[in-house]
């Protein structure tokens, strides 16, 4: 029955997706020894304890998934308009002169077909983009999956309170977007660990704060037990919703929320 409401029930196909692009005042990157550097032996975060970035998370850098290069405003430079960052995403001044000095961007991107056996990757590619941000003297860094803009020193910070690069609140979230009869609750981050993004069907404006509520608590439950299932129960303010997603080949899966009747 639920096939028939709400479309095909196989999972889609696995794809795990992570990049950040760090925006810098100079037409030339750091060198990557420098940056490895700057992440193993030379880490600030270590202080008493181990590096952020060991032996696993090291050998990264030599894995063909991982991908590092430059990208020049001359040449591509509809990255570098604000205009073209989703509507949800906040400028400041701070942000839009940083994005207006930048000659290049180093994008930093992991990219697996494979099933990942755990979060290393993301560890490593938060990391990366610090020391890039650091070694550079970049002021903005924009995580490009989970469509966050933010300036180094806001990252630097957070990484100094809590060094697990790869906690889920680092990564995962939810956003609205407006369309002509209100919005879609949309998540941003489970692409990063090798699921689709969900989206609601689109609704009304009052119920915006409800459908990203739901939706976050789904995608929390995505992240921690590494299942999509086609319905998942979840329970919110004393009440009790039901999220059934129809999975697609490509692209988000969209994800309907009904309230359960008491």
Not at 29 to 38: H, S
Not at 94 to 99: F, N
Not at 231 to 258: Q, Y
């Amino acid at each position: 029955m639920l096939s028939r409401l709400f479309g095909k029930t196989s999972s889609p196909p696995y794809l795990a997706a992570s990049e950040y692009w760090v925006f810098i005042d100079e037409p030339r990157a750091p060198k990557q020894d420098d940056v490895m550097e700057r992440m193993i032996q030379g880490s600030p975060y270590a202080r008493s304890g181990p590096a952020p970035i060991g032996p696993r998370e090291g050998l990264l850098w030599s894995d063909i998934r991982f991908h590092m290069a430059l990208v020049l405003r001359e040449k591509n430079a509809h990255a570098f308009r604000p205009d073209l960052f989703g509507p949800h995403i906040e400028l400041s001044s701070e942000h839009l002169s940083a994005l207006a000095e930048s000659k290049a961007l180093v994008k930093l991107s992991y990219i697996s077909e494979q099933t990942l056996p755990d979060n290393r990757h993301l560890q490593f590619l938060v990391y990366a983009a610090e020391s890039v941000a650091a070694l550079s003297g970049a002021r903005v860094i924009f995580d490009h999956v989970a469509e966050r803009l933010m300036l180094s020193p806001e990252l630097q910070k957070s990484l100094e309170e809590n060094s697990d690069g790869a906690r889920k609140e680092l990564h995962l979230h939810t956003v609205w977007r407006t369309c002509p009869a209100g919005g879609t609750a949309e998540t941003r981050g489970l692409r990063k660990i090798g699921f689709p993004e969900l989206v609601t069907p689109e609704t009304m404006n009052e119920h915006r704060c409800l459908a990203k509520q739901i939706l976050e608590l789904a995608a929390d439950r995505i992240w921690d037990e590494r299942t999509l299932p086609p319905r998942m129960v979840v329970d919110h303010l004393g009440d009790r919703f039901h999220v059934v997603t129809e999975f697609a080949r490509k692209g988000p899966c969209r994800s309907t929320i009904l309230r359960e009747n008491a």
